[in-house]
């Protein structure tokens, strides 16, 4: 498995008249946390892109535990949890407040796509050099 | 069931570099969907929450089938399909473009509130009057 | 002038936890109010990028006199006070509540610019042909 | 004069189709930037709410000069140029990208007001002692 942290301090444009997060910006949670993921390996979503592939979301699965507010300072915890063999990767998304609250998981799963040809491919050679010493052996 | 329909028209701040909105926007088009739901039943949200009630989302589940581009004008199709019997609820979203091609679809489940106790309770009555006309005798 | 209506309803989305709409989010009414009055005249902000122009904003002032809130019903008022005559074009935008209030004024200016070469250029003729009717004879 | 600095990733949801970071978010760079020079004092705007005091913004003003672009890691310098004497304080931001180049400044202006009453009221005390040593004598 490959695991990854990223913090984010909630801002007063995130909130609702709830007075908490608004539930849609936890796809910008998810986000970033997965792009931070794929710097810390050594790599970025801008590289990937530049390759002139794309990685489009086609499936998100969000639960909502406990509120995160103004001024939270936020953790996301990103996870691979399987290598991608085709065309398909997954991110397992877990948010915690400072106390340590688990506020919501979210899983993501997006494609690798020619942007060119709009057709399905796999996940980049150079990512993937990156992420499969955290995989052991197979 | 109960099924009501609205429209939107994607504007520039919803699109993303890939040319098209950004996956974290639908949840809006969601709550767009589920409010005016309940406004075409003659009662809306904000009468809700007049009412000391909140509806928290507490799970969404998307599927991205095709993307909406910049001034496409979507219809949110929004499906009630089972009246709720507790203090949750779980509205069914459709979203189409103009030639008719469902782009996403959404579930998202959202729990009765107080906002006083943050306690779960049930529909309002009032709100219940209005829906349970669409779901023949039980 | 010329002179353009629209209208928004606010969604929770746009709310922050003062329990008004977010000040930040005026921008995107301004834009949906310009792009609005284009359509009115029978074009939209779609065919100018067709053609190989887009309209980045260079300059927005914003003043906030009144909040809006949920579920508001706004008029998005959008005026253009002077035919523009090279590559700049100013919006000026008055934001309505349901009650006649005045809210928010914008003045946005845009410029029109040939996306290839990123070099300013003035407005498209076949616009042009659309606006010049309202500002008499010049 | 009080001058702080912060800075912020620019995800994939700031971005457009023109391929650049939407004009009307950079209202929400100025509210960081802001709020981190408040809290680089040893202090929060949340301090500030939590003594029944809100600060809503009335005026912006934005001059836009280059584009941020997805992954930029920009620079938000914030500066407080006056102490405020009465209910109005003004904020001057100014955006750098990673090479330096200004991308956008902007002035925003905020009043300080009662929350209870809605009425305008003097800066809170207590964050007055933290900036009034940035301003020499007077």
Redesign the interface.
């Known amino acids: 498995m490959y695991s990854s942290e990223t913090h984010i301090?909630i801002?007063?444009?995130l909130?609702?008249?709830?007075?908490?997060v608004?539930?849609?910006?936890y796809?910008?949670f998810y986000?970033?946390g997965r792009?931070e993921a794929i710097r810390q390996l050594g790599y970025?979503?801008?590289d990937i892109e530049a390759m002139g592939i794309?990685m489009?979301?086609?499936?998100?699965?969000?639960?909502?535990l406990r509120?995160a507010k103004?001024?939270d300072l936020i953790t996301v915890k990103t996870n691979l949890k399987e290598l991608p063999t085709a065309h398909k990767i997954i991110f397992h998304s877990e948010i915690y407040n400072e106390a340590g609250d688990l506020l919501n998981v979210g899983d993501v799963t997006l494609y690798f796509m020619e942007a060119k040809t709009m057709k399905r491919c796999n996940m980049p050679e150079a990512l993937k050099q990156k992420i499969v010493q955290f995989f052991g052996q197979y």
Chains 1, 2, 3, 4 share one sequence.
Request: proline fraction near 6%.
């Open positions: 301090r801002h007063y444009a909130t609702d008249q709830m007075g908490v608004y539930h849609g910006h796809a910008q986000e970033i792009s970025t979503y801008k794309i489009p979301v086609v499936d998100i699965h969000s639960k909502f509120p103004y001024d």
